[in-house]
């Protein structure tokens, strides 16, 4: 496999060619940029947030990974993730 070697990288302190997310006026102001969110992204973002975080299992998980002891139930993830697809089809569908 060849690597393409066109690609040419800038200097770290030069400035990136990306352009600018907000544009000046003629004024010297900022325009202001409307983003909008699909519904999909919004009820991701709101199903994430409501999950409680344990830090104590956190804290078990961890060490019993460092320790070697921690078992991988691979039919447990299997099944959750059959289980999180079908979740995903059917509220799909009822959109």
């Known amino acids: 496999m060849k690597i393409d070697t066109s690609f040419k990288t800038t200097?770290?302190?030069?400035t990136s060619s990306r352009p600018r997310a907000e544009s000046a006026d003629k004024s010297g102001k900022a325009a202001a940029t409307e983003v909008t969110l699909s519904a999909a992204s919004s009820q991701m973002a709101g199903a994430s947030s409501g999950a409680p975080i344990d830090g104590a299992r956190i804290a078990e998980i961890k060490l019993a990974i460092s320790e070697g002891r921690f078992q991988i139930n691979?039919?447990?993830i299997a099944?959750?993730?059959i289980d999180t697809a079908r979740g995903l089809l059917q509220a799909q569908r009822k959109a």
């Open 11 to 14: 200097g770290a302190g030069s």
């Open 74 to 76: 691979a039919e447990a």
């Open 79 to 81: 099944d959750g993730l």
